[in-house]
């Protein structure tokens, strides 16, 4: 199968020839041609200016009673007792398709001694709570998660899912989709339901240089993952109504072959990466290992994150677990400020997702200020110190 | 032990963009390369072979020149390499991609270990690891930094987390999905660099996997693509220009303004 181009419609411009990654569209004098390198990505068919250009059609079979599914859930993220605020996050979000659906918004907590939590999330905005407790959901596998929600979800029929595209939610909710035969679209940055009542999902691919937007017309339910604080925390109401609903899963479901043998938690006194409004960021402008004190100064001083590019993990200044990038992590926070990075794409993938972008370097050419909001020519070792100095004597803390 | 490694031939994504202007993709000077994440996939079995003796096998799908990157890995010392390629494959989604390799790595049969690396960067939806072992019903774990065979039939894992790390035990057969701290690839020996070229392929198409056309590629997909666009560009950017005092002054209002918090 390849694009199809429709000969009465081509004018040979050639906006598919440029548009084509693969190199597939050719054109001659009258009209374009699609040979077998197509792998039907459809770019050209947004490129055509004539809308000369189709795709064949996904035929997969449906989901049988498709029309029965009906409700927006979020599967809700405990960690460590807690609920994660990627859930409530998500609520937000669900609060706004369900609404437009005119359908219930339930959440899904999975774990031990939820109550408090169940009952909070009503407040922020969920008209069911659904409650799995057991001691086989703890600590966190994969394998039980999945099998669990997958048995629940057959039990009610939604027709929607999200759920936080964690380390924890990227891991095990591919295996929910798998499971359940549906699609499922990562690290979404925007979600609504068009007139077809159909989830459109739109998420960043080829690291952020490309946005798609995606559907899922014949399984259900549709699913979609949402990286942290990509969308808002809805406000609280105490006076919400809603209901807390146990359920109790198979004996088959808590079952796990991986076994967890211990769990760590990274010895920081700084905010973790994933998690942090601001993220401050060092590379190698910073020179050597000691000098990324300016850097943890001031990530302390404003509650944030510290965060490494890839060539100070490599000199061994800064572990892994702190690299921003392809590599490492990526990050959404509110505000990313990068200091003395250079800006190689391979780092500006990792971050370009940041509402606020801070470049702070001494070579006015360095390619981070191509992606800044806000951009500082200065010499680190003068301006961070006067950056932390500042903020220090507005609090009075001199 | 066998182990079987998941590699993807993608766009250099850093040379993939749309044009904001005419919202058509830049393809300028975009050349295929193996999944950078994928040479930590192929290091990892490589290490775990030469720790428990056995053999490594490659797979890939795509088009057929996505051989070159099958022979890239041989030349490290990969043992052995089959393309899955067949025009039916084209348009696959995450599931219809996970589907066929699943239905590969079962052909290779016996398998004791797949490794993926944590995703692909066209993509990056970290989905078809965990769906190949979904699909084969093998236990898995993602994000690992350390692997061992413990009493000869256990795998042993640390996968790192969002907050720290975990470690864990699975029997084998397993899928893992790796990151970059298990170890950076070796450089390609001139003796496998030989072997490399000369070496068969076998190339696999949907038939030979006994899968229908209905059930890869676009048609076995269950998400379906309806527009790509140009990512909203940044506001204008400003540069804060004077003394360093005027700077910090100028940045704190800005973000002050935006309601960063913590400042």
């Not at chain 1, 807390?244 to 967890?260: D, I, M, N, Q």
């Not at chain 2, 079962?106 to 993926?116: F, G, N, R, T």
């Not at chain 2, 989905?127 to 699909?135: C, D, L, M, N, R």
Request: aromatic share 4%.
């Amino acid at each position: 199968m390849k694009a199809t181009i429709d000969k009465e419609k081509c004018v040979a411009c050639g906006a598919c020839v440029d548009a084509c990654p693969q190199g597939a569209i050719t054109v001659d004098e009258e009209i374009a041609t699609v040979d077998d390198r197509c792998n039907l990505c459809g770019l050209c068919v947004d490129a055509c200016p004539e809308e000369a250009i189709g795709l064949p059609e996904v035929r997969g079979p449906k989901t049988e009673g498709i029309d029965a599914y009906r409700g927006v859930w979020v599967a809700g993220e405990v960690d460590g007792g807690g609920v994660h605020p990627v859930t409530h996050e998500l609520l937000g979000a669900g609060r706004r398709l369900a609404d437009k659906l005119g359908v219930e918004l339930a959440v899904v907590l999975m774990g031990q001694g939820l109550a408090a939590g169940a009952r909070d999330l009503i407040g922020c905005g969920a008209d069911r709570v659904y409650v799995v407790e057991h001691p086989g959901l703890v600590p966190f596998t994969d394998e039980v998660h999945a099998k669990v929600l997958v048995e629940l979800i057959q039990a009610k029929r939604p027709e929607i899912l999200l759920a936080g595209a964690t380390a924890t939610g990227r891991s095990y909710i591919p295996r929910v989709a798998a499971a359940l035969r549906t699609g499922l679209t990562a690290d979404c940055t925007g979600l609504d339901i068009g007139e077809d009542r159909l989830l459109y999902q739109t998420r960043p691919a080829f690291g952020g240089n490309v946005m798609a937007t995606i559907i899922c017309p014949n399984r259900r339910p549709q699913m979609a993952t949402v990286r942290p604080r990509v969308m808002r925390k809805p406000g609280f109401d105490s006076g919400r109504q809603g209901v807390v609903e146990p359920f109790t899963p198979g004996p088959a479901a808590l079952a796990s072959r991986v076994k967890v043998i211990s769990s760590v938690k990274d010895a920081q006194d700084t905010t973790p990466l994933t998690e942090a409004d601001v993220v401050v960021t060092g590379g190698r402008g910073l020179q050597k290992a000691e000098n990324f004190k300016l850097v943890r100064e001031l990530a302390l001083l404003v509650n944030g994150a510290v965060g490494a590019s890839r060539s100070v993990v490599d000199e061994g200044w800064m572990p892994y677990s702190h690299q921003v990038g392809q590599t490492g992590k990526t990050v959404s926070p509110k505000l990313y400020m990068a200091c003395g990075v250079s800006g190689a794409i391979q780092h500006v993938v990792g971050m370009q997702g940041a509402e606020i972008i801070v470049a702070v370097n001494k070579d006015p050419h360095a390619p981070i200020f191509d992606v800044a909001d806000y951009g500082v020519v200065a010499d680190l070792f003068e301006f961070l110190p006067a950056l932390t100095k500042k903020i220090r004597e507005e609090r009075g803390e001199g | 032990m066998h182990v079987v490694v998941c590699i993807k031939q993608v766009p250099d994504s850093k040379n993939v963009r749309i044009d904001p202007d005419t919202n058509t993709l830049v393809r300028q000077g975009v050349e295929s390369i193996v999944n950078p994440h994928d040479w930590y996939a192929v290091e990892a079995a490589l290490k775990f072979r030469d720790a428990t003796g056995g053999k490594v096998t490659a797979i890939t799908m795509g088009p057929p020149q996505a051989e070159e990157a099958l022979r890239e890995v041989l030349a490290l010392g990969v043992d052995e390499a089959a393309l899955l390629t067949d025009r039916a494959f084209a348009g696959s989604d995450t599931w219809a991609t996970s589907l066929t390799l699943a239905r590969a790595v079962a052909k290779l049969a016996p398998v004791d270990l797949v490794i993926c690396g944590k995703q692909a960067i066209d993509g990056d939806t970290a989905q078809v690891g965990p769906e190949v072992a979904a699909h084969l019903d093998l236990p898995y774990v993602t994000y690992v930094r350390r692997l061992e065979l413990v009493e000869g039939s256990r795998l042993r894992a640390e996968r790192i987390t969002d907050l720290g790390y975990e470690v864990v035990e699975t029997p084998l057969p397993a899928l893992v999905t790796v990151v970059r701290e298990i170890g950076d690839p070796r450089m390609p020996g001139l003796k496998h660099k030989m072997r490399s070229r000369k070496q068969q392929i076998p190339v696999i198409n949907a038939a030979t996997l006994g899968l229908k056309a209905e059930e890869v590629g676009l048609q076995g997909s269950y998400t379906k693509v309806v527009r790509v666009f140009a990512p909203p560009p940044r506001t204008n950017r400003e540069m804060l220009d004077g003394s360093v005092e005027h700077q910090v002054e100028a940045l704190l209002k800005r973000l002050r303004e935006a309601r960063v918090p913590g400042l």
